[in-house]
């Protein structure tokens, strides 16, 4: 497959497009969110990484019954953390591993 129509292979990936907006888990009352803020994917109520603890248990309340849909939301996100990190901070951001352990291997896992 070509792209840019030049006929010549290439090696260079389309990037996809933004993910999902980091509206979840959603704010009970007026407290301040757990949610992200970005950049640099802090969490707003209490500056975590994020998600944060708080977020990852309203986020399993909220996703109750359909943890596929919640890991692609959070593969999405991720997606977009990965971006603005390694933006911010080419040479010293975490790595995708660190990041694949943040944001969506605690899905499976049952909370303690
Ligand atoms: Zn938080």
Redesign the pocket.
């Known amino acids: 497959m070509t792209a840019g129509g030049s006929g010549a292979l290439t090696t260079r990936l389309f990037a996809p497009e933004r993910g999902p907006r980091p509206q979840r888990p959603y704010p009970r009352d007026a407290e301040v969110p757990?949610t992200p803020l970005r950049p640099i994917w802090c969490?707003?109520?209490?500056?975590?990484p994020?998600?944060?603890?708080?977020?990852r248990l309203l986020l399993r309340v909220e996703y109750d019954g359909n943890l596929p849909g919640l890991s692609i939301y959070l593969a999405g996100l991720m997606y977009d953390a990965m971006r603005d990190l390694y933006h911010l901070n080419p040479h010293d951001a975490p790595t995708p591993a660190t990041l694949f352990t943040r944001f969506i291997a605690w899905v499976r896992c049952r909370p303690a």
Not at 43 to 48: H, K
């Open positions: 757990h969490c707003r109520a209490d500056g975590q994020w998600p944060c603890g708080q977020a």
